[in-house]
């Protein structure tokens, strides 16, 4: 069974200030995505990431895929109060597993005027 | 909006009773999911429907009857469940091929079993 690690559980922080969110796993996956969920409603994809090494950017949103495929960090840099909510980061395997993905435990971020 | 459309948003219902969750997608997708979120656990995997076909059954109890009667239609049937069985469950739809597959969700059917 893969897991996926995901750290801090719970940021409570400034609005200006920087934060990264970790998703670490020892196994490799064909992609990962990133997710933000607010109270009562369904996750919205941020970004996926398919090659080792991957950098993508969101706006103060910042995305990397680790070289060997196992893990992932979002960074934010300057948080604003609409940043809050829970962050997922979800990997696929792929091979026979298509459409699978594992979740991890989420982050929730709290961003205080 | 994402394309994925849940119905109820909300539902109460008894441990005796049978009522079903519904979700459509407007996506053009081959794939559509049921997942549960329950407080502080990951989000957990039911089942997975690729062309119609069920293609995972993630150990879940049989109060839980899934059915696709075409690829923008799923229902989850619920009957007898457990005051544990309350909690989110999230619709999603995917379009799979070896170039990768991103998932949407729907915004999730609050179910709660008194």
């Known amino acids: 069974t893969q897991l996926l690690e995901q750290s801090p559980q719970f940021l409570s922080i400034q609005e200006g200030e920087n934060l990264t969110v970790y998703c670490n796993s020892s196994s490799v996956f064909s992609s990962l995505q990133w997710y933000r969920q607010e109270p009562g409603e369904g996750p919205v994809l941020l970004v996926t990431v398919v090659t080792g090494g991957e950098v993508k950017k969101l706006k103060r949103l910042t995305f990397q895929f680790g070289d060997a495929r196992k893990d992932s960090s979002l960074h934010i840099t300057a948080a604003q109060p609409g940043d809050t909510g829970l962050y997922l980061c979800?990997?696929?395997?792929?091979?026979?597993?298509?459409?699978?993905?594992?979740f991890g435990q989420g982050t929730i971020l709290t961003v205080h005027p | 909006e994402t394309g994925v459309t849940q119905t109820p948003r909300h539902l109460v219902m008894g441990m005796t009773n049978k009522k079903s969750l519904k979700c459509e997608q407007h996506?053009?997708?081959?794939?559509m999911y049921w997942y549960k979120q329950s407080a502080k656990k990951p989000l957990e995997l039911m089942f997975v429907y690729n062309f119609k076909e069920q293609t995972e059954n993630n150990s879940v109890p049989s109060r839980f009857s899934p059915e696709c009667p075409n690829s923008s239609h799923l229902f989850l049937h619920l009957h007898t469940l457990q005051p544990e069985d309350s909690a989110l469950y999230l619709c999603?739809?995917?379009?799979?091929?070896?170039?990768?597959?991103?998932?949407?969700f729907g915004e999730g059917s609050w179910l709660t079993v008194v």
């Open positions: 996506l053009g997708h081959n794939a």
């Open positions: 999603a739809s995917s379009q799979v091929s070896r170039a990768g597959n991103t998932i949407y």
């Open positions: 979800a990997g696929e395997a792929g091979g026979t597993s298509y459409g699978k993905l594992t």
